[in-house]
Nanobody, 124 residues
Framework: EVQLQASGGGLVQAGGSLRLSCAAS????????MGWFRQAPGKAREGISC????????AYADSVKGRFTISRDNAENTVYLRMISLKPEDTAVYYC?????????????????WGQGTLVTVSS
């Protein structure tokens, strides 16, 4: 059974930082591209970052570029999202997702497996 367990969310003041983690199990983690997505209240889910299976190629949405860093540890089957300089508009539920397609895409329909989400709230 594929499982993606996201954690690390919480309440932080604007300008602060958080690190999200997503522990994966039930599939060959090192063969899957991993992505982070977020969904703010009343808005569609958006892709914010992704990382290739083994060579560390990353991509970011313009809204988070320079502030968020995605990384992965294939030995630990975990993907991370380091977030700094957080803004109130970063408030959302953050999801990790996996896809066997190595396309460097942050399109939701490409991803087959999803975690349950972790809430990030940034106060002004």
């Amino acid at each position: 059974e594929v499982q993606l367990q996201a954690s690390g969310g919480g309440l932080v003041q604007a300008g602060g930082s958080l690190r999200l983690s997503c522990a994966a199990s039930g599939f060959t983690f090192s063969d899957h591209e991993m992505g982070w997505f977020r969904q703010a209240p009343g808005k569609a889910r958006e892709g914010i970052s992704c990382i290739s299976p083994s060579d560390g190629i990353t991509a970011y949405a313009d809204s988070v570029k320079g502030r968020f860093t995605i990384s992965r540890d294939n030995a630990e089957n975990t993907v991370y999202l380091r977030m700094i300089s957080l803004k109130p508009e970063d408030t959302a539920v953050y999801y990790c997702a996996a896809t066997p397609r190595n396309t460097a895409t942050m399109t939701t329909r490409v991803y087959d497996s999803w975690g349950q989400g972790t809430l990030v709230t940034v106060s002004s």
